[in-house]
């Protein structure tokens, strides 16, 4: 059983969670057509239910497991993995359906008129009611969880954001504040506004569909599933006092240390490459970095646009381009910072904390 | 809704659906008013509720309440007469009552009639005065006017006329209805006494339906928002607050609500929550010192006041069983975001603290285990190394080092500094080295950067060892001690040891507890122990050393705590002699295996140490420091030394030169009982506990969930949080191992558990510049250990009287018939140990125990009376507080000098003198012996002085100068009042402190006294004076709220008998009446008949009269050769002036008796009128004349010379 925790514990560790979670979701669209077997979901939610049960004995993974605000999560987790299952089954079969020269299933039903009273209201109106039950049985069988009053000079340890922003703050081990609090949430919303002006590919409306439309359902399974869900599991259950990382069945020990050896890319230029200290003009000193950011943002759309995204540059024109292409990169920022601090400890790319600048 | 038949979804499914889910909502709101409804708290109050109802019932039911209700009927029998007999005069009451109506009319008009006159004529005279000034015409329209003013006096005449015979009618007609109205109202009156409870009863468990009705829809789910019967009970409390976001919040206590009669009497035998609070003379109750309106519960027990269920309120318990009932129970559990659990029951006293701080020792009584801990963590030096800003001792509790190379070897500083204990058992020293994060086979470091051999513990301490030793002893300087003046003799030193008082704050237990000793020496317990054992103390400090020691304490150490005994330099040398050459093998006796030894250091170990210690300086600041010396093992040594004196932090504790500025290493304390749990550093203690006692998870994490645990260890194994963690030497931890016992760490946690954030003082408890000197006076008593010599409390004894009643007298246990020595009062296992071994040894069985009076004791008798009890209905002894030194001095004086045979294992007594058996020296040089003298005589003339009630007999001005320089009064006592180094303020706060304790004691005394002069029982008085019984006997026994409210009631009902009693002390600022000019005056008119005045008169009675001169020293005389042997000897007369309060004396010359029970002043003044005497000297006078002159001489005996007025 020790083992077993052990091993699990193991496996949690962000680095693992993080990239395992990539390649499962990676495996999971390249043979989706094997994996989406009911057989695979029915088997996932057994070992899901079996990982419970199993780790219900241990105190730790049961005090955390069983707080009353992170039942919410416990939901989310199934009810992904439900609903992502669904859409690609779906989509698997719609493929094949297509491929056939049959029309795809939701395709079938469009055909059909139904009347907004009582088939949509009043079913939605049903629904509300039996949610709004279910809501106050909850809130009556799971009470709030009371914390003691709040005090300027005593912050809760951790200090966790609610939990549909766990996310973001799961981005300031990697970022700055600025931009892990300000710029990437920008960039989130303003990218969710451009979606209808970026994407104008009528394929896959209204009906489940995988082979269409690859690069985006990937896309968004990776913001959504990867950068979203997953940091929300991870920073509710696997995040403990001082943002420590704790494994499912680990102790939450305020005292847990762990190590701070990370290093800007300053100096793995300047000492580390050239061997001399790092130069007193900052600009000088953090120029490897820059010049990689300006590299970053600059070079890459044009590089990509003269090659890999030759067809797409075409289609969708410079602007259009343009947009899509930074919002992508800043995107693919968030990855690469992570692959980088975990490979090779880098701190900060850009590192100017005298002027409070720091990427 | 009918089914079109063309949609998605049947509507007859779909209205199925939507029924079935609105009865689910609708249970789920039926639900959650229920659940809301349904608390805990609730079910808590209607049980209270039954025990109410049955109380009231049972109270309904008993005799008296029968009786009350028969008389209630009878009454009301006695209302229906009247009110039938009212009736049968019908129509007389209505005459009346018609005749009533109609004069009432009359008199409305006559009423009417006469304003009206009155504003015609006040008209009517306005216009004719102003004619009158303004025409000049004095007489106009005369008649006129006077015919108004006619008009309106009789108007005003017949006005009165008729208000009268309303009057007379209205009260025909009350006289008549007053039968009824007197039945009715004795009615009421009759069931006065139980109309609270049938209230109380109509209110909780009504009879009627309507009423029970109303209260199932008061309470009803749903509607008990309106105005419940069962409610919620707050306690809002304005300034008593908590940090909350930039504002502070008021606490609200809402524990009322399940824990409903905490405040009220009566309920001690409930369960809880039903129980009274055990202490509400002290807490809740209004008239308490901590009224629970002001003082709530949570600031004192922590816990959630807002908590409405037993888990979310932070319950704590330290009793395991209980814990599990309450798991089963409530699913009890420590609240995970509450920071402050409730105390424990055994740690609550630690809230004391944060409101008495300035007044620890005045809670002494009430609050024992955390004024403990107090004393504690003073006498252990906590302070020292711990920071608590108020803390009020600051000297360094150790001894100065400054020159410590005059006091002792080397060698001995070494083997001491490695073992303390090894040397002394009892020591306060902790241990400091080779504990168990530097164990002595493990290894400690790898030398040369872990690159040469490994270095374990015992060598790192070695070298440590001789480091702190070798810069201890370069550091300290010699004071050039001269050698000793005169040659000291052993034998007669052992004679100056035991009376010079030595004993009193040092003994010589032996290493292995002999639990039967019988010499005093030997003996440990409580201000014997206030010094260190001196067992062994001749192989640890030089003879020259010792001998200035003596003479000079603070000029070697100017903080210590040993007073200068002003002692000739003969007897110094013949103590230091008796040490030195030690006969008896106590002072050279030392440990089995213990030997002055410096253990040998490597020198590799000691290069590695530098290495650490000055790698923060760097290579360079050692090569500086030590120049080209490095080599040199000396200057290593030093260098290395220092550097462990400021790690282990022995400067926080010693005055080291070179160290005086450096910071103490403990962390501060100020507010560690605010400190959350997640801030202590459990290290891996948890886990190897778990491991010890085989606990699960479960348990192990909630061994991490209060603080107490942690302190505990803390305590017990200081560095035990260092186990299994790899740390290099410097980061291990260094808080000494004090070798505390169990009882001596819950006191310290419970002290340093109430040291939290300063919220409430500011709000509560400012206390008065009274209190803070008595404060600082009774610290200052306990510091220099006054009481090891001087009674300062008398004893307790409880006692069964014959029907079985306990009475409790502060008294003194007798010297029985055939022994000199009085039993001691210990406790009541010792008393009956004492009298075991006295029947055994005397072969007779004791049938009665004497014990004398020392306060009046209404019913027993008055201070000085004696009580004889069988020892077997003694309930309890009280020991007095202080004096255990008085048995050794008596015991000297009267057996001599008890001495230890180890050979025949038995006790003996001798004397210097081989001639004479059992004389001892007298201060006049004499041998003379005391067997036969009577134990109380000695006691008195040769021991140290009682205090009783001292504030109420000394001037608080002398009694501080002579704290400040000690003059000595019994010029015959071989034991003197040291000359004690006092700091600022120190010597005043006694003197007012003793000044303030006898004010304190004023009212019981006084209640005593008035009660012993009536010899009235606690009930004959309180009927006299029309109080209640509870509040006499509180007055009696002290109690502060009964005296406050109480006092000046009896004080009234005393001036109303005549009786007199002197007045209490002025702590302030008194002036002596019989020097003020007025009275001097008086008292040299010449007295009628005597051809004297009165203070030659005194003089003259003393003189002649009683002979107070065979005594008593006159202007620093001794009496007259012959007259009295110094046993005799008695006080200078001339110091009374200034030394003693004038009431103290006029009590005291009326019966010493009674302020010192077995004294040998003898009573010269008879009380009784008929056996006056010296009228020879003093014609027509009463004893009271006489005392009054004698008194006024004592009080001018100064002006009395200038005067010329002498009387030989």
Sequence with gaps: MELFKNAVDWLFEPTRYFLGSAVALFALLKFRGTLTKPVFILASFAAMTLFFVIGWSDPDFNSIVTKPDNVPIIILLSTVIFFTWLALRRSVINDERTDRGEPTLEGEFSKQKVFTWPDLVYTEFICIILFTALLVIWSIEIPAPIEEPAATARTPNPSKAPWYFLGLQELLVYFDPWIAGVLLPGFIIVGLMAIPYLDTNPKGNGYYTFKERPFAISFFMVGFVLFWVLFVILGTFLRGPNWSFFGPFEYWDPHKLEPLVNVDLSTYFWVGLLGQPRPDSILLREAPGILSLIGFFLLLPPLLGKTICKGMLSQMGMVRYNVFMHLMLWFALIPVKMLLRWTVNLKYIVGIPEWFFNV | MADRGDTHYGVPTLNVWFALSSLLFMVACFWMVIDDWSRPWKQYQREFREIEIARGRAELDSEVARAVVEDERRLAEELEAAEAALQSREEEIAEAKEDLRLKKGEQFNSTEAAKVA??????????????????????????????????????????????????????????????????????????????????????????????????????????????????VNKVVLEDLTFELNFTRKKRIDMCTTCHVPIDRAGFENEEQPHQSHPRLDLFLTAKSPHPMNQMGCTICHRGSGEALDF?????????????????????WHKQHHWDYPMLREENVEASCVQCHKDTMELIADEAPEVTEGYRNFERFGCYACHKVDWFPTKRRPGPSLRHVGDKTSADFVASWIAAPRDFRPTTWMPQIFHLENFAADEVVVTSEYGLGRDILGQEWNDAAVAAVTAYVMDASTSQDLDPIPVEGDAFRGSEVFRLAGCLACHNMAPFEGESDVRDPALEERGPNEHGPNLRGIATKVTPEWLFHWIKDPAAYWSETRMPDLRLPDQDIADIVAYITEDPDGYFTDVPEDWEVAASPYDRTVLEEQARWFFSRDGRQVIQDRLGADWSDDRALLRAVGEKFILNQGCHSCHEIPGTEDAQPIGAELSNWGSKTVDKLDWGFMADILAEEHGWDQKEKLEYKKYREPWL???????????????????????????????????????????????????????PDAKELTTDHGLRVIRQKNCAACHVIEPGEITFEGEEGEVHKVRAELLALPDEVLPLEMRDLDALHADVESWEEYFEEDLDELGFRLLEPAPGFGEPGSTVFVAPDKIRAVDAPWGGNFVKVVTDYYLNGQELYDAETDEY??????????????????????????????????????????????????WFYEFLRAPVPLRQQMRVKMPTFHYGEDEAGAVAAAFANMAVKAWPSTFARELRLAGGQTVEELAEAADMQPRIVAGIEAGDPVATAANLPDLLAYAESIGFSHSPPVDPDFEAIDRRT?????????????????????????AAVGPQCFQCH????????????????????????????????????????????????????????????????????????????????????????????????
Excluded: C
Excluded at chain 2, 312 to 324: C, F, I, L, V
Excluded at chain 2, 921 to 932: L, M, T, Y
Excluded at chain 2, 1077 to 1101: K, N, W, Y
């Design chain 2, 118 to 231: 009155k504003q015609i004529f006040n008209w009517e005279r306005y216009l004719v005065e102003e004619h009158r000034i303004h025409y000049d015409d004095p007489t106009y329209r005369e008649a006129e006017l006077a015919e108004y003013e006619r008009e309106f006096l009789a108007t005003a005449g017949e006005a009165e006329r008729v208000d009268l015979m309303v009057a007379e009618a209205e009260a025909r007609l009350e006289a008549m209805q007053d039968a009824v109205d007197e039945a009715r109202l004795a009615l009421k009156n009759a069931g006065k006494s139980l109309d609270l409870t049938r209230s109380k009863l109509a209110r909780i468990d009504p009879e009627d339906a309507p009423t029970q009705v109303a209260n199932l829809i008061r309470d009803f789910p749903g509607l008990d928002f309106i105005g419940p019967s069962l409610k």
């Design chain 2, 311 to 331: 888990t979310r309120a932070d319950h704590n318990t330290s009793d395991e069983a209980q814990g599990e009932d309450w798991y089963h129970d409530f699913h």
């Design chain 2, 712 to 766: 505990a260890q803390k305590l017990a194994e200081p560095r035990s949080f260092d186990r299994r963690k790899e740390k290099n030497p410097l980061e291990k931890l260094k808080m000494p191992w004090f070798d505390f016992g169990q009882e001596e760490i819950a006191s310290i946690s419970t002290f340093v558990l109430g040291l939290v954030d300063d919220e409430v003082q500011r709000a509560k408890m400012v």
């Design chain 2, 1077 to 1101: 000019p007025q009275h001097v005056a008086e008292a040299f008119e010449e007295v009628e008949g005597t051809g004297m005045d009165r203070i030659s008169l005194g003089h003259q009675l």
């Design chain 2, 1113 to 1208: 020293f006159y202007r620093g005389e001794a009496p007259a050769e012959g007259s009295a042997d110094p046993i005799a000897w008695a006080p200078d007369l001339y110091l009374t002036r200034e030394r003693l309060r004038a009431d103290w004396v006029w009590e005291w010359l009326w019966a010493p008796g009674r302020k010192y029970p077995g004294t040998a002043m003898p009573a010269n003044f008879s009380p009784d009128p008929d056996k006056v005497q010296y009228t020879d000297l003093y014609p027509n006078s009463t004893s009271g004349d006489q005392i009054n002159a004698v008194l006024d001489w004592l009080y001018n005996a100064d002006r009395e010379a200038v005067d010329g007025l002498a009387v030989q």
């Design chain 2, 908 to 957: 003996f007594y001798v004397t210097a003198d081989p001639n004479e058996e059992g004389a001892v020296q007298d201060v006049d040089g004499e041998w003379r012996s005391f067997a036969e003298e009577p134990y109380d005589k000695v006691r008195w003339t040769y021991a140290p002085p009682v205090l009783l009630a001292e504030g109420h007999k000394l001037q608080k001005e």
